[in-house]
């Protein structure tokens, strides 16, 4: 890099220009945050180790949802409006190839396994595909009885758990075969996992639990007025609430009384492994909260030009 120093350039009357040098590297893949705002429609690239916004990604299409894949060095954009999955090299930050999903009517929701391929689902036509997000072509497609919403798939059991419109959770294998149905007191608003245990968040701010590989219920938490996500970090269990707060609880623990309170209603979660910071944006307001896990306390807000629906961190 060359460096002028401006003021240097100009002393005693003189212009001589007063040039430096100096040798860096791109920023590594670590220290990558992205999160999705779908009122701007583009990605928010964050530099995690200053915390910091460095630019924008502008991805057309209406984005609906974002997730990545760490072995594959791809991120995946999925847009409602054009029908599409836009796949970002996680290195270069391009979008490198665009895929038609076109005979889903306003897919909304999806997750990718390791293997390339992936599910999305779309609500308003209550279908869900299988997707080869390597070759870029639709598998399987089912319709379904019921209104399908989140997804999550849980490597574990190599299954897709898909929530439900009715009080349920669908169970699906690696090839979209339905397996298994869950029962839950409540409709449910998303998914996430342990490793070891299922939990389904739902409308009356629970959780219901379910062991695996058995899917056999183990018991509901009352947590908040709503839980909007949940995610692992190292030994903990993070959730985002609607109200403000950020509930967490150790692995195996039946009980919540811990809390982290912050000043924005939270959604999505992150968590940057090279920093070990935890992320959670707000979908109602333009701030990301960085929080440090060792003593779970706030340690300031990203500003962004819009709201962060969902984040990745990279790789």
């Known amino acids: ?5 401006v003021a240097q350039s100009f002393k005693n009357g003189k212009f001589i220009p007063a040039l430096g040098y100096s040798f860096g590297h791109k920023p590594r893949i670590q220290e990558i945050l992205l999160a999705l705002d779908k009122e701007n429609e583009g990605l928010w690239v964050i530099d995690s180790a200053l915390n910091r916004v460095v630019y924008f990604i502008e991805v057309k299409g209406k984005p609906q949802y974002l997730v990545s894949n760490w072995d594959r060095s791809e991120v995946y954009v999925l847009c409602s409006k054009d029908k599409t999955v836009k796949i970002i090299n996680s290195k270069t930050l391009n979008i490198e190839k665009v895929f038609s999903v076109s005979p889903l009517n306003k897919p909304k929701f999806m997750d990718v396994d390791k293997n390339g391929n992936g599910v999305i689902v779309s609500q308003s036509d209550r279908k869900i595909a299988l997707f080869d997000f390597t070759k870029g072509n639709i598998l399987n497609l089912q319709y379904v009885e ?3 919403g989140y997804i999550c798939y849980i490597p574990q059991v190599q299954n897709y758990f898909v929530s439900s419109s009715e009080n349920a959770i669908y169970v699906f294998d690696d090839r979209l075969n339905r397996i298994k149905r869950l029962d839950i007191p409540l409709t449910p608003i998303s998914i996430f996992t342990d490793g070891e245990k299922v939990y389904v968040s739902d409308v009356n701010g629970g959780i219901s639990i379910y062991s695996l590989p058995s899917f056999s219920f183990e018991g509901r938490l009352n947590v908040c007025s709503q839980v909007l996500r ?3 970090v190292r030994d903990k269990i993070y959730l ?3 109200d403000g707060y950020i509930p967490y609880f150790y692995k195996g623990q039946r009980n919540i009384n811990e809390f982290i309170e912050g000043k924005v209603p939270f959604y ?7 920093k070990k910071w935890l992320y959670a944006g707000s979908d109602k307001e333009n701030l990301i909260a960085v929080i440090d896990v060792y003593n779970d306390k706030i340690k300031g807000y990203i500003h962004l030009g819009g709201p962060a629906y969902e984040m990745v961190a990279l790789p």
Do not use: H
């Open 240 to 242: 985002t609430c609607d």
């Open 268 to 274: 999505a979660l992150s968590y940057s492994s090279y």
């Open 230 to 232: 949940g995610l692992l």
């Open 146 to 148: 019921f209104e399908p």
């Open 1 to 5: 890099f060359i460096n002028w120093n």
